[in-house]
């Protein structure tokens, strides 16, 4: 499958995640693929069990792209995952096979404050 391919592909995948549309979000992952949250220590079998866990799950949610990038089978989704007004930085590996996603790794990050001691090497990121 061509790289072009696959990031629409994803880029479908991410606004449909946004838009809480689980059909959709879920076309990408093959039958027996397989979600890791390593933070948490959890991994979900299944493209039903995914999605299940995402149906589930309580809070209100807004996914803002920062980028995608990637070729062939390996892709890397950076984004924020906003829950109920609090935002977390996170970024998304993915492996293909076949087309579809086999398996996807999520790691999580929570925002924090400057450090003053680099203050004078830095500068601020736009959103």
């Known amino acids: 499958m061509e790289d072009r391919t696959i990031q629409k592909i994803l880029e479908r995948h ?5 838009a ?41 949610k807004q996914f803002t792209v920062r980028r995608i990038i990637g070729s062939g ?11 109920d007004g609090t935002p977390s930085h996170a970024v998304s590996i993915m492996e ?8 996807e790794t ?6 924090f404050e400057p450090s003053p001691s680099r203050a004078h090497l830095t500068e601020r990121m736009t959103k």
């Open 14 to 18: 991410w606004e449909a995640s946004d």
């Open 20 to 60: 809480n549309d689980f059909d959709v979000e879920h076309e990408i992952y093959h039958e027996d693929a397989f979600l890791d949250y390593p933070q948490s220590g959890e991994r979900i079998r299944g493209r039903h069990n995914i999605q299940e866990s995402r149906f589930v799950q309580p809070n209100k």
């Open 73 to 83: 089978d390996l892709w890397v989704t950076e984004f924020t995952l906003t829950y």
């Open 96 to 103: 293909f096979r076949d087309g579809l996603v086999a398996r």
């Open 106 to 111: 999520q790691y999580f990050a929570d925002s």
